[in-house]
């Protein structure tokens, strides 16, 4: 991994492994036939197929050990199981919420938090929202705002927090659309569709005192909560020093609540969860989980999965893990701009995200550069990325079918966590400079059959 700036010795994945899962090594003519068969969408290849997984970070990581043993003391009780005291503990530890609503992942959270704060014709503001996130806001006819600072949009900007919300928009928006029209505002930490950018703890400070003027509760969507946390360590002054677990516990109580998808820094395969230190909020949350997820004690899980998420919340603040984590984002965002690839600067704590529009400039962004580089790894290497571009935020007017392109054409390598040793990820970065040499020769897509919405997970194209 990278050096460690203080000692300038490798970062070493701070695991051994005691489980392993073998991976089969394809061939580039097999490789041709799976993505023909596929219709050129890596949504519908089979995980056999792939030999380095980098589609999300999401459910994909490794447990440890304890995590495993935690499943054996899962207490599958209907009604207020030990798994479910843990699980409550843990999180109100580290969070210090006052409810805790388990979930079976974080857009189950979402779905049942604005439909209970949003009504019809709301503003809700976010840094910016995840797919998910703004599917749910749209789906209660409300309006999801994204406000994320300019250096946000611009891909080479070195800002180091660039998921900050600016607070200026904020208040415009707030004096523009009326307190009576914003239940909640929103941060995501870190931002994902931003680049998997960090908040600091200055404007999760800034914006509170903004919204506090007028009244208005902030959640956090607390996916990577703990990345988050370790940027604020390593680049905020006066946090150098403060243990992260702290640096959790400040960034939360300025929130009222949050939304997880345990899925991420939970370091589980499935779970969720949602918070509120309003109890009037959290009755009528539970009313509603019952109805899809289930009683306010399993919330869609089993007892052992509460366990699991319990263990996993202290094993993500842990920063032999955080510093482990980071590198390894940072190892392959260095090395792949070493070769020439513009990526979103700096690497965030997830992922590493090219943007396929200047590497491929003699693709129009109707004929999706994204999917075409995309696809490209899959072929050359067998790894599996994902389109963050027109493909997935293209929108197509019902009446002209005229489509407008996304704002930008990103292809996201996502790390799961604990999953991948420095050889794979030098694997990626060899199989990246081969496509480097290659890039003028790619062509462009044409979609040929799609749905209405969500298109990417199952749209059919062809090469032009
Ligand atoms: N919020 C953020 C910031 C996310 O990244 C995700 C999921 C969710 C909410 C929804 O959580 O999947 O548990 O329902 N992101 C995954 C990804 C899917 O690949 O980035 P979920």
């Known amino acids: 991994m990278s050096s460690d700036h203080k000692t300038f010795r490798t970062v070493i994945e701070p695991f051994t492994i005691k489980s392993v899962e073998p991976l089969r090594l394809t061939t580039k003519e097999e490789r041709i036939g799976i993505l023909e068969e596929a219709k050129h969408n890596l949504f519908k290849i089979k995980s056999q197929d792939v030999i380095i997984d980098l589609l999300t970070d999401s459910g994909t990581g490794a447990m440890s050990s304890e995590q495993w043993a935690a499943i054996m003391r899962g207490d599958e009780s209907y009604a207020g199981?030990?798994?479910?005291?843990?699980?409550?503990?843990?999180?109100?530890?580290?969070?210090?919420?006052?409810?805790?609503?388990?979930?079976?992942?974080?857009?189950?959270a979402e779905r049942i938090l604005f439909s209970v704060m949003c009504k019809p014709g709301d503003v809700v503001p976010n840094n910016t929202h995840f797919d998910t996130t703004r599917a749910n806001v749209e789906f209660q006819h409300a309006e999801a705002r994204d406000l994320v600072i300019n250096e946000g949009l611009d891909p080479q900007s070195?800002?180091?927090?660039?998921?900050?919300?600016?607070?200026?928009?904020?208040?415009?928006?707030?004096?523009?659309?009326?307190?009576?029209?914003?239940?909640?505002?929103?941060?995501t930490i870190t931002n994902n569709s931003g680049g998997g950018q960090p908040v600091s703890m200055g404007n999760v400070k800034a914006v509170k005192a903004v919204l506090d003027k007028y009244g208005i509760p902030l959640y956090f969507d607390a996916a990577r909560f703990a990345e988050n946390a370790y940027f604020i360590k390593l680049r905020e002054p006066g946090y150098e020093e403060i243990p992260v677990k702290e640096i959790v516990r400040e960034m939360m109580g300025y929130a009222d609540g949050c939304t997880m998808s345990a899925k991420k820094d939970g370091m589980v395969?499935?779970?969720?969860?949602?918070?509120?230190?309003?109890?009037?909020?959290?009755?009528?949350?539970?009313?509603?989980?019952?109805?899809?997820?289930?009683?306010?004690?399993?919330?869609?899980?089993?007892?052992?999965?509460?366990?699991?998420?319990?263990?996993?919340?202290?094993?993500?603040?842990?920063?032999?893990?955080?510093?482990?984590?980071?590198?390894?984002?940072?190892?392959?965002?260095?090395?792949?701009?070493?070769?020439?690839?513009?990526?979103?600067?700096?690497?965030?704590?997830?992922?590493?995200?090219i943007d396929a529009k200047e590497l491929l400039p003699h693709i129009p962004p109707l004929q999706y550069p994204g999917q075409s580089l995309s696809t490209a790894f899959f072929l050359e290497g067998g790894i599996r990325t994902v389109e963050i571009g027109s493909v997935m935020f293209g929108k197509i007017d019902e009446k002209t079918g005229v489509e407008t392109p996304g704002h930008m054409e990103l292809v996201r390598l996502a790390l799961p966590r604990r999953t991948h040793t420095q050889s794979h990820i030098d694997y990626v970065v060899e199989v990246?400079?081969?496509?480097?040499?290659?890039?003028?020769s790619l062509r462009g897509y044409k979609i040929t059959k799609q749905p209405k919405f969500l298109r990417h997970f199952s749209a059919e194209f062809s090469p032009i």
Do not use: W
Not at 303 to 316: F, Q, S, Y
Not at 432 to 440: F, G, N, P, V
């Open 81 to 108: 199981s030990l798994s479910f005291q843990r699980f409550e503990a843990a999180v109100q530890d580290l969070m210090g919420f006052k409810n805790v609503i388990p979930t079976h992942q974080g857009r189950a």
């Open 158 to 187: 070195r800002h180091p927090f660039k998921g900050n919300m600016d607070p200026e928009k904020l208040e415009e928006t707030i004096k523009d659309v009326g307190v009576d029209r914003i239940p909640l505002c929103m941060l």
């Open 269 to 353: 395969n499935i779970g969720g969860f949602l918070c509120t230190n309003s109890d009037v909020l959290a009755q009528q949350e539970k009313d509603l989980l019952i109805l899809t997820e289930g009683f306010p004690t399993y919330g869609g899980l089993a007892g052992r999965d509460l366990d699991a998420i319990a263990v996993g919340l202290t094993e993500v603040v842990q920063e032999d893990y955080l510093k482990y984590r980071l590198a390894e984002a940072r190892y392959l965002g260095e090395h792949l701009a070493e070769i020439g690839y513009p990526i979103v600067q700096p690497p965030g704590g997830h992922a590493v995200y």
């Open 432 to 440: 990246a400079r081969e496509l480097y040499d290659k890039r003028a």
